[in-house]
């Protein structure tokens, strides 16, 4: 019996199942009404699988619906990869399965609605004028991230690669505590095997150098691409941006510098006002850069990452201040990394055209 049939069919050991679940099966009709018909003022969001829509269902309760775009057996299978998931995981810092349908050609995967949208649209979207997120909220959801993602490493059965670790996948609940989202669609990793072999995807920027070139997933990538998402939360700046002269520079090129020169401030956001707590400053920094460091096997992993960031390990931090990566005249961040860089965003010119619109969030205006 494959997964979705035991997930979402209707047969007696479905039945058997509903007194104890967590989530449940909605009919299609009642997404319709709970999205107006999958209005476009709905939709919050477009990516490469689908589109997610903003929902209300009759008792009030406000969902996420994401609808497959198109129908055919690659997306059987992700559906059912990611409804499989997503029902055995639970975690605080994850957004978890609220239910789905599958009726017809639709297939709908529900969740919770997080009213504060993604970390990307307090950091680049809209919601960056708001300067919404002071230096508190920035570490909390550094923390929450970091301790989401080591559930799917370390404490998941099977373990999770996320595969796609980036700022709009970094939702924000009523409260803005973060949870990791999309990663229901990522490779499971297999008892005893710590890599997966799979065509290169997830966002430019991010992509720790040995995937860009090879297409080989590991935790170790995740790893990478959180400390740029660390680096971006300091900062607010983009994992690539461009330069006076036009050219692209990564976010741990520009950092790395001036870290370790102990210019921390030029590296915080200038919309924290100087408003932030200096040694917390410093170790994120410093964490982010030891994770995004271009050797697999000197990235630290998400449990102890997630210890780092809560100031547990001072032992630990004291290694990384006095690490080589860190002294003055150190060299700087080695060459291959930019060139695969910039080869890896030459090539992905169609895919960054779905990651722009993944990107750009479609704000709903509440009446």
Not at 296 to 319: F, H, I, Q
Request: proline share 2%; hydrophobic share 35%.
């Amino acid at each position: 019996m494959g997964c979705f049939s035991f997930f979402c069919g209707r047969d007696s050991k479905w039945n058997e199942e509903t007194s104890t679940a967590k989530w449940r099966v909605f009919s299609l009709k009642e997404l319709h009404s709970a999205t107006n018909n999958f209005n476009y003022d709905n939709k919050l969001g477009e990516g490469l699988f689908g589109s997610v829509y903003w929902g209300q269902l009759w008792d009030g309760s406000q969902i996420a619906v994401k609808r497959l775009k198109a129908w055919n057996n690659k997306a059987e299978g992700e559906f059912t990869v990611e409804v499989e998931v997503l029902g055995k995981v639970r975690h605080k810092n994850l957004l978890c399965l609220r239910g789905c349908c599958a009726e017809g050609q639709e297939r709908l995967i529900v969740y919770d609605y997080m009213p504060n949208l993604s970390l990307h649209s307090h950091l680049h979207g809209s919601h960056s004028r708001d300067s919404l997120l002071g230096w508190k909220r920035r570490m909390s959801i550094a923390i929450a991230s970091a301790e989401g993602i080591a559930y799917l490493h370390h404490h998941a059965t099977p373990h999770i690669i996320h595969q796609d670790i980036k700022a709009s996948n970094i939702l924000l609940d009523n409260d803005f505590k973060a949870r990791v989202a999309d990663f229901g669609f990522a490779k499971l990793i297999p008892d005893g095997d710590s890599h997966v072999r799979t065509n290169a995807k997830g966002s430019s920027g991010y992509q720790a150098p040995e995937y860009a070139m090879y297409g080989k997933s590991s935790e170790s990538c995740d790893v990478y691409s959180f400390g740029v998402l660390l680096l971006e939360i300091v900062s607010g700046k983009k994992p690539v941006e461009k330069s006076d002269l036009m050219q692209k520079v990564s976010i741990t090129d520009w950092a790395l510098p001036l870290a370790r020169e102990g210019r921390f401030i030029e590296i915080v956001d200038s919309k924290l006002n100087d408003d932030y707590v200096e040694g917390e400053l410093k170790r994120l920094v410093l964490v982010g850069l030891v994770c995004a460091q271009n050797e697999p096997e000197k990235r630290p992993a998400m449990l102890e990452v997630a210890d780092l960031l809560k100031g547990e390990l001072k032992e630990k931090m004291a290694l990384i201040e006095s690490d080589e990566m860190f002294q003055p005249g150190s060299g700087t961040i080695s060459r291959d990394h930019t060139e695969v860089l910039n080869e890896n965003l030459d090539s992905l010119t169609k895919e960054s055209v779905e990651e722009v619109k993944e990107a750009m969030e479609i704000e709903k205006t509440e009446t």
